[in-house]
């Protein structure tokens, strides 16, 4: 069954705030209905909403239109939904998230017999539904 505490959280937070730092990313960190660790990115210099628009099919485009405020980042499809340095960051992201020295998660899942055991889930979301994500731009040329 998954499970998320406090304390499991502050043995991944480290990690995870060495990611944000290395990309210059602003984000929070926490733990939803004790089975979820959860990072709320604010801003940064990355665009990653211009980045999940210019790699979305065209069909999804059509029918649900451009992503402009938030997004909640599917973790199980990084590498098909963003390219360059949003899917570095993401990417080591959720590796950091998923473990350190300390505590791993596991998945142990078999959806053919309908069996879930996980360590516990993670979420990520690139701003919220009511404070949009801030793409920071340089004023370097």
């Known amino acids: 069954m998954a499970y998320m505490n406090q304390e499991d959280k502050k043995k991944l937070t480290p990690q995870i705030k060495k990611v944000l730092k290395k990309y ?33 099919p065209e069909h999804k485009k059509e029918l649900y239109g ?24 993401l990417t080591e992201l ?7 020295e300390e ?3 596991h998945d142990n899942s078999d959806m053919m017999t309908d069996y879930f055991d996980i360590g516990w889930y993670t979420d990520i979301n690139i701003g919220k539904w009511d404070k949009p994500y801030e793409l920071i731009r340089s004023n370097n040329g």
């Open 24 to 56: 210059g990313v602003k984000g929070s960190i926490a733990v939803k209905h004790h089975s979820t660790l959860v990072v709320n990115i604010k801003s940064s210099n990355l665009d990653f909403i211009g980045n999940i628009n210019a790699n979305r």
């Open 66 to 89: 451009e992503i402009e405020d938030y997004v909640q980042v599917n973790t199980y499809h990084i590498e098909n939904n963003y390219t360059g340095e949003c899917k570095k960051f």
């Open 94 to 100: 959720s590796l950091a998230m998923n473990g350190c």
């Open 103 to 105: 505590i791993q998660n």
